[in-house]
């Protein structure tokens, strides 16, 4: 006996750049900035996420005096 669902495909996928460049030129280039400004969004939490450790580790200011 199996347990439901394994087997089975999702329904949810991520595009692929092969069906993403098949697209209009302007849906493509909706695709691309929404693709973009997730990258753009991460890059920054990486950076803030880098910032906040080094200036922990270094004393240069307090994580857990802004959360509290």
Known sequence: MSAPGIGKESHISLPDF???????KPIKAIVYLIMLSV?????????????????????????FSFIG
Do not use: C, E, H, N
């Open 18 to 24: 092969a069906s993403v460049a098949k697209l209009p």
């Open 39 to 63: 990258l753009t969004v991460a890059g920054i939490g990486a950076l803030m996420a880098t910032i906040a450790i080094i200036g922990q580790l270094t004393g240069a200011f307090d994580v």
